[in-house]
Structures are given as C-alpha cells and as structure tokens.
C-alpha cells in the first residue's frame, strides 16, 4: 500500500515562500510503476483544485493562479515530490495533498498529460494533506 506523505506546510506572510514535499515510503507497487503525481489542494468551503502536476510523459501542468510563482519538481528516482511556492498570496491558504497515480508500466505508455483537471480516475493514492496559511 502506497501512502503518500506530505511535509512543509506553515504559516508564512504574504509574499513569503514555502517549500513542500511529498515522499512515497514503504512504496510496493506490487507490479506498477509510478505514473502522475502531483499537488492539489482544497480550502475551506471550496472544492478541491489542481495546484500542479508531472506527468509520466514528462508532462508538466500548472493551475493559472499559481503559473510563474510555484514549481514542481521530483527527485531522480522519481519517487518524492516537491512544490516550491513562492510570492505566496492569502488566497493560496488550503490544505494541500500530494497524489501519485501507480499503474501498469504498459498503462501508463498509452497515457499523456498529468490530469490536473480531472484527478478522479487518475490518481490512485492520496496523502493525507499539509496546511499552508498565507497571511495578509
């Protein structure tokens, strides 16, 4: 069992930065390899959104709220997950959540883009959210 944990969150003033991360420990893909991952996160009384993601084709997908400030990226072995967020703004305060897609390696061949907009479906493993509260 794949379980996603996310790390970074913190209360910073506007304009600040934060770094997030997200690791995949104890990771038995039980014959799957990594596909998607990416960040997403939800606040209260709001649905959840897409922050950012990469791909298995390499693919990288920004919201256009967080275009220019934030950026994904993931180690070389591709099983950590990182989100620097700079010039952070009041309304990026959310619970964020780290999510990774595992599939078969010939599944995820056939699959393009990362699915920011539609995770349901993609996105098989979920963590269980860090808080960032921007304040003004």
């Known amino acids: 069992q794949v379980q996603p944990v996310e790390s970074g969150g913190d209360s910073v003033q506007r304009g600040g930065s934060l770094r997030l991360s997200c690791s995949t420990p104890?990771?038995?893909?039980?014959?799957?390899?990594?596909?998607?991952m990416g960040w997403f996160r939800q606040a209260p009384g709001k649905e959840r959104e897409g922050v950012a993601c990469?791909?298995?084709?390499?693919?990288?997908e920004y919201a256009p709220s967080v275009k220019d400030r934030f950026t994904i990226t993931k180690d070389d072995a591709g099983n950590s997950l990182y989100l620097q967020m700079d010039n952070l703004k009041p309304e990026d305060t959310a619970m964020y959540y780290c999510a990774v897609e595992i599939r078969p390696l010939f599944f995820l061949a056939e699959v393009s883009g990362c699915g920011l907009d539609k995770p349901d479906g993609r996105y098989n493993y979920w963590g269980q959210g860090t808080q960032v509260t921007v304040l003004s």
């Open positions: 990469i791909g298995h084709d390499h693919s990288v």
């Open positions: 104890g990771v038995a893909y039980g014959g799957g390899s990594m596909g998607s």
